[in-house]
């Protein structure tokens, strides 16, 4: 199979349209087969659920290629789970999980071409995601639904690689207490969206949003949870009802514990106490591991030990052994990895 011919050293994290998608609709109480299908475009009624009262959920992975030349993907299963908790929680029906993984087997295949080669330091963004399609007035859930899954070829998520990012404490929540936090819906990004515009406006690459109802607790960023170092090389990560559970972080949680023999604590985390740590990053998909340099919460700066030019050496370890479980490069625990081609 022929690659395209694209820059891949140098993508961005952007959207690039790729010549395969899947479609799969549900009506009348079932899922149809679905389809690889080439356009692009989705014509809807003005009425559509997902117009009116934002009836979507998302999910995010990738596919790698791997040193041996193969295309792999990194624990699709979970997504499948997630978003079948997304499903449930608005209302809206699960495709069901084996299918899923099917399904993302199946659109990467078809755009192969997309997949960036081994060491470009790109990879191939998966946006599995559904939406309410029928007309819907009233507040309810729509009957008719559309799971569909897309790819992109992306770069780094944020500019820059992995230099060190300054962030902001947020004074805008993202998800409330007992509401949507805890899945991948299309509200909650919405929500983040005036948040992200005005951190990027002075000068942050993102936000720490903290827990809405006392203010004093670490939750995550508009994309990414949160992982900390503390000075004796211990992980620390926030623990909350309403953060996403992040496949990323739970996978290096396992990593810590059991490739680097670190000590490991899923707590809450106060803000007070992020002086103290050593090191702080950004985990997921998108993000993989970003380290954090500086937290500026309203005009304290929280300057992390490691300063501002590369990634500090704990979290370049967890880092190296991610991204080595992913590409092939370490040998991976049972399940993690699903080959593609
Ligand atoms: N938190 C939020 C709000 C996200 O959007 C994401 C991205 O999916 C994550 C965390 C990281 O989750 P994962 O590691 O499963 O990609
Ligand atoms: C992901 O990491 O997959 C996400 O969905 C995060 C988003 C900010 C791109």
């Not at 995010?60 to 791997?66: F, P, R, S």
């Not at 690459?205 to 004093?216: C, F, K, S, V």
């Not at 500090?312 to 993690?336: C, F």
Request: include cysteine; charge should be negative.
């Amino acid at each position: 199979m022929e690659k395209k011919q694209l820059d891949w050293s140098n993508l961005g994290f952007g959207y690039i349209e790729t010549d395969a998608r899947f479609v799969s609709a549900y009506k009348d109480g079932k899922w149809d087969d679905g389809a690889i299908v080439t356009d692009a475009n989705i014509v809807l009624n003005e009425c559509a659920g997902v117009f009116q009262y934002a009836q979507t959920i998302f999910e995010g992975l990738k596919a790698y290629t791997t040193e041996d030349g193969h295309i792999v993907c990194f624990r699709p299963d979970l997504n499948a789970a997630r978003m079948a908790d997304s499903a449930r929680r608005l209302e809206m029906p699960v495709f069901p999980e084996d299918r899923f993984v099917e399904a993302v087997v199946e659109t990467v295949k078809a755009n192969a071409a997309y997949v960036p080669p081994f060491g470009s330091g790109a990879t191939l963004y998966i946006r599995p995601y559904m939406m309410g399609t029928n007309p819907v007035i009233g507040v309810k859930p729509a009957d008719e639904y559309m799971f569909r899954i897309f790819v992109t070829p992306v770069g780094p998520y944020f500019k820059g690689g992995a230099k060190p990012l300054t962030i902001k404490v947020s004074d805008f929540d993202r998800a409330a207490p007992h509401g949507t936090g805890h899945i991948k819906a299309g509200l909650n990004y919405a929500m983040s969206l005036h948040a992200i515009v005005t951190a990027h406006e002075e000068g942050y690459a993102e936000n720490m949003y903290l827990d809405p109802q006392t203010r004093t607790k670490v939750e995550e960023t508009g994309g990414a949870n949160f992982i900390f170092i503390t000075k004796d090389n211990k992980l620390v990560t926030p623990k909350s009802d309403s953060i996403l559970p992040s496949i990323t972080r739970r996978s290096l949680v396992y990593v810590a514990k059991h490739y680097l023999g670190m000590e490991v604590e899923e707590r809450e985390v106060l803000l007070e106490e992020v002086k103290d740590f050593a090191e702080c990053g950004l985990c997921g998909t998108a993000a993989v591991i970003s380290p954090v340099g500086k937290i500026v919460d309203h005009g304290n700066e929280i300057c992390l030990p490691g300063g501002m030019d590369e990634m500090g050496p704990v979290t370049k370890k967890l880092y190296d052994t991610l991204t080595g479980i992913q590409m092939g490069r370490l040998e991976a625990p049972e399940g993690w990895i699903k080959t593609i081609l």
